[in-house]
């Protein structure tokens, strides 16, 4: 039986380094370390830790590419084993997703009568959170051999090493160290002067080297070992790593030093336990299990996998970028993409992780501040593109489809995210109940969120409306455009939920109101306006039809028919369309109208959910990847279930096939967090309605047999398996749900099976 | 007609990187470019000054492998051109020797309908010392490109990066700058801290780049530059550079910068043209040309192209490494294959040259007294292995055959050396007259070598002879040897010839005698003893035989049989040898006796060259590259013809072939000299008798039909034509000569043909 915790590649082909780079990261939230291959040249080698960015000479700061650890150089009788030299007999790479552990075993024939196996092991623990570690099982085949290990912290990787024209270099080693044994290096960004120290030290197991040699290379500090092995005796070298850096550590290098003591003391064998045994419990308690289809399991695991990955819990500061912990794609900005997409994947499993997300937004409110006023603005207006400080990061200009260059718009008027993270506060608060985060802390936001929407929209004395105008909404191909429909929903909905949180807050945490009252100058005449908006702001709703104008003047647009897919089944640009002429065409990249709905469905008739679709989804482009999954869940919601299945396969599979052409730049997070809210919100239909309950309403593709996962609602775990016949649901503490149109009174741990009529 | 000026390669093997780096290596005598291959990840690049070595943490000094700014990497489309990646199409990779060019010329396909040819030039100057240069023709044939231009100074390299367990760096990049545009960076050895500026720019031809950028990467510093070709245009890039050091420099970088700002101004072409008539004036005077063998007339040039790049005439510190300017190997000390080996092709070929590298044997002199003083004895002992300051740096242990630790004595112990260098001062005088070089330099170091033989030769009193003990002579499997006749006889030499040269002073030049006498203290006791070691010195030669005993004891060990010869033509180690035991067999490394007869023939019968030619050529391993050629040489001296030919082919092809496996590390420059030796001495059959006449013999394999060469003696070039028929031979001045038996008077540019009977 074929393992489903497992995804692999049994070819090596070195072309492949460079997005298997991405599809064999590790990472723990505090770290991710790119899947770098030893025995090869061919890399884009990425360390990162979470929150370290910096500018220097580069157009916008980066989410720096710290000094790699990982190089290990083996050499046999005095060949350097190297996979596109060697005659590869044998090989698989495999990400252990049970466990989080990256293995690669091959065969070489270093020359003849010379063959060498090896067997690699490495693993960034989620236990110990500065500890990552990699074991070496080396065997000579055919006779005794001299192996050397070169143990290697290259201090000159740099940012789009790969792009001579982006190039840049955020650090510069200050000292390299002999641990005695080990080595360890300490890098210093150029602008914040972050400091990294970094360590690793080779041991063999059970045996010890002939000879350890340390070279001080300035920008490159390494540690050699050599070993005489019998024919078929394996050694084993295990190679320890830590890391820390300034922004947690007071004496970042006296703290790494100590820390790589501790995992040499505590061992290899019992950090991978731990580590794995974390590993576990997470997918004891969040794994989706699938039934009919092995790709489509691997794959939904690789993808939870990954984006599990990219957070933890113990640091406020820092945020999940649109590419993760695994590359550099976006400079590791993070966008939208987080609330909107990846949010709601922690609030439903892993709570206590949605919480520092959010509270990133809370401490980055003092950039959000400084947006607003640079901007001419009170309150706080959210970057589009957000790093360490909360200021704006987006780059004015880039290249376009036609690689010219072009100012880039959404940094200035892709206003929609502030009050996107309004309503992931609000969806945090409505399924964890944590008062202390929303009123300490989520309520100034969403205060300061409305005293920027005040400036920002505009009122039309004439119509008597409120407008907001020249914005982007989702939808990028269009920009400066009026009353975008999701941004302006969107606000409306923001000031009335403020006003009700107001008013609790009046109620029942008069003390913190008045804190913030003072803090951010709120009076009542600011409440007043706050409803005029709401009232009046402007919405497209159409008296005549049930199709919402995406924003005024779209339906003016030219008209062009997508009439072909290419190879991954994506849409191909219609023929005659000019792609400079995008903003006047009614070509879409991705949901706007239909994201919204799907975002607050309850707000909407079932109609108007399958009109909008129907029109937007054949005039999408999906030329974002967070696009194919929205528009599943909204096709199951609506009945037209043509494309779910499909669509979720295309976007389980996006950095695996690499189906956009770009997974070598990181991990496509945001349709990571989509392939989960399509087997959840679409197959196992789950959704929260105006009574503040949870709801399932699964429906399954024909491929696909049954479904089991696990949501964390209002402290609760509730268990859903469907298989077209029944739903059985459990919750862990008294709930009432509903299943389908049924009202269900669950009682603590008990199993409530609902069998489908047919 | 193929051409014989152009050593070429004709298909792209990245495997072959390693030997081709040696190959294509260029150099002018200040420094030396490994032929780095900047379209391949897999080289081992070695760019070196004559004179700067560096410890640190190695064994011994070691000429220190400098930054690299050679790297240029050229990007089509985002692509990087990499030969061992892309499609490669067509690909000529060559040597233009009559120019001193390496070019490089291939098409590549980077993908489908993406075509780029690139030719690439490149040189380092014979004109201005300080420069080097590159040339890039790139062309895209199939569409309009974007071609970026990334050129790079890695300083990052280190000697033996290719072994962890030899690893060592011996600089500390100390600073990197944009000279606006190009770059420059200055690195500084550990030990004694010299500065080395090293700069490049790359320019367009006719155009500008679109953008240039400047990074510094703190150990490596590059510029990059963009622009835009269309279909079929080629695209000509320019890259300058230039090298100073502290050595010659009281402010390298500040020259540095100067000599790349001139060398832009002057132009690339007209640098080119410069270097090139300098070449092509080298060849005028010191070309071989032969008939009959198109691979040995390429070869013959290949041996003498590389040898002649390897030093010039400008500066008297520096010499030549074992391994030339071409690589790491024997870490570029300088052995007694320089006077013995190389010095000849010097002083018949550019006397000023060969002044330059016997001027550094003056300059290191205080470093043989010290090594002397070291040892307990007076006077003056060369080192083995000498660097920048003449101490002794033979490491004191290495590798055996059987790759087991093992003592090295030759620095202990190998003492012939000091009389090689005499006999090489005496050679360059003979063929010069150069008086000012004999009175003020040679003789102090005559005088100061006689001194340490005095103490190192011991009076065995029962039999009232001098013996020297515990040497190991040219033959190195024999170590701890009493009474070597080569070393011997080379004292008794050296002794003889001192007393000459101090009654001629006496006579002529009793001023420069009296310094040396007080500087030296040196006595009319001196003399006495001088000239009883020399009368007095045990020399092994037989009453009844004509074989002389390499050495006491040599007669009676063990005999072995050699009766296979390797892939390569070379002796196999005998069945039942155990290496460790070659002190005690009667197997030879190289010549030893025969070595001491070749270089004064006239000291022994006719007889007795040919009984020890036959003797110990048939006991000779030739484990050693310079051994080939000692023997073709005197095979043909002898009579003994039939290997002169074949022997000639592998001394050749020692590096072009790689027969010794090793060619990675650098050139056999001895080996090279030793073809030019081969050619003159034996095919040329040129000599110098004891009236000191030119004298030429020649004697030519079937296989060739012709010889022409010229050697400059007694300041006159004499140019020598042979064809199995005639000698047809020229003087630029009045000149008496020998051809065979017959004296001739040549008068000032007058041909005179000598026809050969049959």
Not at 36 to 63: C, K, M
Not at 245 to 258: G, I, L, M, Y
Not at 273 to 292: A, C, P, R, T, V
Not at 329 to 351: A, C, N, R, S
Request: aromatic share 12%; charged share 25%.
């Amino acid at each position: 039986m074929k393992d489903l915790w497992e995804f692999s590649v049994k070819d090596y082909i070195k072309e492949d380094n460079y997005k298997n780079g991405t599809l064999f990261n590790l990472a723990n939230g505090y770290m991710g370390m790119r899947g770098y291959n030893e025995f090869s040249l061919y890399n884009n080698p990425g360390n990162y830790i979470a929150g370290i960015f910096d500018r220097s000479t580069a157009q916008v700061t980066e989410l720096v590419n710290l000094p790699n650890p990982l190089l290990m150089n083996i050499y046999v009788n005095g060949q350097k084993i190297d996979l596109d030299i060697n005659n590869v007999i044998d090989y698989q790479r495999s990400l252990d997703m049970g466990n989080g552990i990256l293995k690669e075993a091959f065969i070489v024939e270093v020359q003849k009568g010379l063959r060498v196996q090896i067997e690699s092991e490495r693993f960034v623990s989620r236990k110990n959170f500065h500890r990552w570690a990699c074991r070496y099982s080396v065997t000579a085949l055919d006779s005794e051999a001299l192996f050397v290990f070169e143990s290697i912290i290259d201090g000159g990787t740099v940012n789009s090493g790969h792009n001579p024209k982006e190039l840049s270099a955020h650090y510069k080693v200050s000292s390299v160290q002999d641990l005695k044994p080990g080595v360890m290096m300490v890098a210093i960004t150029n602008d914040k002067k972050i400091e990294i120290a970094q360590a690793s030290c080779i041991i063999l197991k059970e045996k010890k080297f002939s000879r350890l040699k340390f070279n001080d290379l300035q920008c490159r500090v390494q540690q050699a070992g050599d070993v005489i092995a019998a024919k078929g005796e394996t050694i084993v070298v295990y190679k320890f790593g830590a890391v820390y850096s300034s922004r947690e550590s007071s004496n970042a290098s006296t703290d790494c030093k100590r820390e790589i003591e501790a995992f040499i003391a505590d061992g290899y064998e019992a950090e991978l336990e731990k580590h794995s045994e974390l590993w576990q419990g997470f997918w004891n308690s969040s794994d989706i299990k699938i039934q009919g289809n092995e790709e489509a399991q691997k794959a939904l695991r690789f993808n939870i996998f990954h984006l599990s990955s990219c957070a933890y819990d113990k640091d406020p500061t820092v945020s999940i970028g649109a590419k993760g912990l695994h590359g550099e794609g976006y400079k590791g900005h993070v966008f939208w993409d987080t609330e909107t997409f990846m949010l709601p994947f922690f609030i439903y499993t892993q709570p206590q992780v949605a919480k520092a997300l959010l509270m990133y937004r809370y401490n980055t409110l003092d950039g959000a501040r400084r947006n607003a006023f640079m901007n001419g603005f009170s309150g706080a207006q959210y970057a589009w593109e957000s790093a360490d400080d909360g200021l704006e990061t987006t780059p004015k200009w880039g290249y376009d489809y036609n690689n010219k260059p072009v100012r880039i718009w959404t940094g200035d008027i892709e206003v929609h995210i502030s009050s996107d993270i309004v309503f992931s506060i609000f969806e945090y608060y409505r399924a964890t109940e944590d008062k202390d985060f929303m009123f300490k802390y989520g309520s100034e936001i969403i205060f300061e969120v409305c005293r920027f929407w005040t400036g920002r929209a505009v009122y039309n004395k004439n119509k008597d409306i409120w407008e907001i105008n020249s914005v982007i909404g989702p939808d990028e191909f269009h920009e400066h455009v009026d009353n975008n429909f999701y941004t302006n929903y969107l606000v409306k909905w923001t000031f009335s939920k403020a006003l009700e949180l107001r008013e609790k807050m009046k109620n029942e945490y008069p003390l913190e109101l008045n804190r913030i009252e003072n803090y951010l100058c709120l009076t009542e005449k600011d409440y007043a306006i706050w409803k005029n908006i709401s009232d009046k702001i402007l919405i497209n709703k159409q008296k005549e039809t049930d199709i919402i104008e995406q924003f005024e003047g779209y339906f003016d647009l030219k008209e062009y028919e997508i009439t072909s897919v290419d190879e991954n089944g994506m849409p191909q640009w219609p023929k005659g369309l000019n792609l400079s002429e995008l903003n006047s065409t009614k070509l879409i990249k991705q949901p706007d109208v239909v994201m919204l709905m799907l975002m607050m469905p309850q707000e909407f008739s079932e109609q108007e959910l399958k009109a909008n679709y129907e029109y937007y989804e054949k005039r999408t482009m999906h030329k974002s990847s967070l696009s194919p999954s929205m528009y599943s869940i909204m096709g199951m919601k609506v009945g037209d279930t043509h494309n779910a299945f499909s669509y979720f396969m295309k976007c389980i599979n996006t950095d695996i096939k690499d189906n956009q052409g770009n997974s070598l730049l990181g991990l496509h997070a945001a349709s990571s967090a989509g392939a989960w809210q399509t087997a959840v919100y679409g197959f196992g239909g789950f959704s929260i309605d105006s009574q503040d309950r949870a709801c399932f309403s699964p429906w399954l593709a024909p491929d696909l047999q049954s479904i089991e996962f696990s949501v964390v609602y209002k402290n609760s775990r509730i268990k859903v398996f469907y298989d077209h016949e029944k739903v059985v649901i459990t919750s862990e503490r008294d709930m009432q749900v509903k299943v389908y149109s049924e009202v269900i009174l669950l009682k603590s741990g008990i199993e409530c099976e609902v069998r489908i009529n047919k």
